[in-house]
């Protein structure tokens, strides 16, 4: 019903700045909640950053002040602007979505993509 597609990483340096998007399918999108998790090799999947239907956004603790999640509607595509970052940002990054409002739950998102790596060197 929905696919999702990430794009944006790479290797940088801290203290750089790296913006990941996530290209979705179906005009339905606009509606649903959006998020960023993360995870390493061997470890849990963690929850980032989302953003509600009507624009209400969570942070980990961790990349509040740095990281923003926004949306553009008629793009149907979510965003993840990362300033600031630090070495222990280090992970690949996935986007999700869900029809529910349990935002920071990865269990409670049925759609995600492919995932994109962010490396980050001191």
Known sequence: ???LAESGGG?????????LSCKASG?????????????NSGQERQFVA?????????????????FTISVDNAKNT??????????????RYYCAAQAGASPQRSSSY???????????SS
């Open 78 to 91: 979510v965003y993840l602007q990362m300033n600031s970052l630090k070495v222990e940002d280090t992970a």
């Open 1 to 3: 019903q929905v696919q």
């Open 11 to 19: 290797l940088v340096q801290a203290g750089d700045s790296l913006r």
């Open 110 to 120: 049925g759609y995600w993509g492919q995932g994109t790596q962010v490396t980050v």
């Open 50 to 66: 989302s953003i509600g239907w009507h624009g209400g956004t969570n942070y980990i603790d961790s990349v509040k002040g740095r």
């Open 27 to 39: 005009r339905a999108f606009r509606n649903y909640t959006k998020a960023w998790f993360r995870q």
